[in-house]
């Protein structure tokens, strides 16, 4: 795909609500339980969301792959809201071996679900089961969005591709700018990604307030982003925001004002190769 083509292209905006560890003592709407992500969802998908990345939460709060959960998060919102693909994460949180992870996905079999690459093949040995895992993943039809943290996970990544380990057509890799812990550095490795010529298209997210600086810099640049309380509760003038739908509505109105069309469900499907 040429760069003339990506610009083109519908913006696709993924919400991420709440993340693996937010409570509500650190801001009181974060939705947590299966009703209040069905609600966020809806609210999200009114303001221009198509992609809705899920996690959900033991009864203590803590970040869980329970496979029932998931099912019963996944139905509450396909009950509010059927202009979604809802995004199932995998994050290990320091928790979950590859194994388990990869079991989550064999039993749930979500139309779409995250991964970061450093997760599911920490080390050469865990190949094979990698291998296996995503060419079924493929044949069931489902989307695997790759996490990558830095330049050089896009290298391994683009390594894998070539090796046939990673086997999807339909790539929409996140690129992951800054970290919780030094969010100023947000900018600095979104210019780090942008530096490369990558052969895939891409989504981008950065932290706290850098969010939207790195937003804007994807929505210009052709590519696609994430937004959320999971990594960021601040509007562009710096206020917090009140809801992950004012987060929404805020950049894809600042993306339509910079002639970017925004992706609708049927644009966000093709994109990512997902069936009727």
Not at 43 to 62: I, K, M, N, P
Not at 195 to 222: K, L, T
Request: charged share 20%; hydrophobic share 40%; with cysteine.
């Amino acid at each position: 795909m040429s760069p003339n083509q990506i610009s083109a292209e519908p913006l696709i905006l993924a919400v991420a609500p709440n993340g693996a560890r937010l409570q509500k003592a650190a801001h009181a709407t974060v939705p947590i339980g299966a009703e209040e992500l069905a609600s966020e969802a809806k609210a999200c998908a009114e303001v221009g969301a198509t992609l809705f990345h899920l996690h959900v939460r033991g009864s203590d709060g803590t970040h869980s792959l329970d496979a029932g959960r998931y099912r019963d998060a996944i139905e509450a919102i396909e009950s509010a809201c059927l202009d979604l693909v809802i995004q199932v994460t995998t994050e290990a949180v320091g928790l979950y071996r590859p194994d388990q992870q990869i079991n989550l996905i064999r039993d749930l079999k979500p139309k779409s679900f995250s991964i970061a690459l450093r997760e599911l093949i920490p080390d050469p040995s865990h190949q094979p089961a990698a291998r296996s895992f995503l060419s079924w993943v493929r044949d069931e039809g489902i989307h695997a969005q790759h996490i990558l943290y830095s330049v050089e996970d896009v290298a391994r990544f683009q390594d894998l591709l070539h090796l046939g380990v990673i086997c999807d057509h339909h790539l929409l890799p996140l690129l992951v700018c800054g970290r919780h812990v030094d969010q100023i550095d947000s900018i600095g490795a979104y210019e780090k990604f942008a530096a490369e010529a990558y052969e895939f298209r891409s989504m981008y997210c950065g932290f706290g307030p850098a969010e939207n600086s790195v937003a804007e810099r994807a929505i210009a640049s052709g590519a696609h982003c994430r937004i959320g309380f999971e990594n960021n509760l601040y509007n562009r003038d710096g206020s917090v925001a009140q809801t992950n739908a004012e987060r929404i509505e805020e950049i894809a109105a600042f993306a339509t004002a910079q002639g970017r069309p925004l992706a609708t469900i049927d644009d966000t499907r093709r994109v990512l190769g997902l069936r009727d």
